[in-house]
C-alpha cells in the first residue's frame, strides 16, 4: 500500500517561491502518473498539475508551477513561483484522478501566502 507524504509548505510572501515535494513510499510508483492538488478553505480540491501528457497545469498556475519527479528517489516535486494570496491552500499529491485510481490521501502540506 503506498503512502503519500507531502512537505515543503510554509507561510510565504506575496511573490515568493517554494518547492513541494510529495515521497511515496510502500511501492514504487509510476512517476508519469502522479499530480499535484489543493484545497482551500471552503472549496473543492482542485487538479493543480499532472506530469502525464507532456504537463498539465490549471490556468491559474500556468507559466508560474512547474511539476517533476524523481524516479530514483519515489518522489515528485511542485516548484512554485511568484505565489500569489489566492495559492493559499493545503496541497497533496496523488495519481492523476482524471485517468487513474488515486491511492489513499496524504495530510497535505499548507502553503500560506500572506504579507
Known amino acids: 500500500q503506498v503512502q503519500l507524504v507531502e512537505s515543503g509548505g510554509g507561510l510565504v510572501q506575496p511573490g515568493g517561491s517554494l518547492r513541494l515535494s510529495c515521497l511515496a513510499s510502500g511501492s514504487i510508483i509510476s512517476i508519469n502518473r502522479m499530480a499535484w492538488y489543493r484545497q482551500a478553505p471552503g472549496k473543492e480540491r482542485e487538479l493543480v498539475a499532472a506530469?502525464?501528457?507532456?504537463?498539465h497545469y490549471a490556468d491559474s498556475v500556468k507559466g508560474r508551477f512547474t511539476i517533476s519527479g524523481d524516479n530514483a528517489k519515489n518522489t515528485v516535486y511542485l516548484q512554485m513561483s511568484s505565489l500569489k494570496p489566492e495559492d493559499t491552500a493545503v496541497y497533496y499529491c496523488?495519481?492523476?484522478?482524471?485517468?487513474?485510481?488515486?491511492?489513499?490521501w496524504g495530510k497535505g502540506t499548507l502553503v500560506t501566502v500572506s504579507s
Open positions: 506530469i502525464g501528457s507532456g504537463g
Open positions: 496523488n495519481t492523476d484522478g482524471r485517468y487513474y485510481v488515486q491511492y489513499f
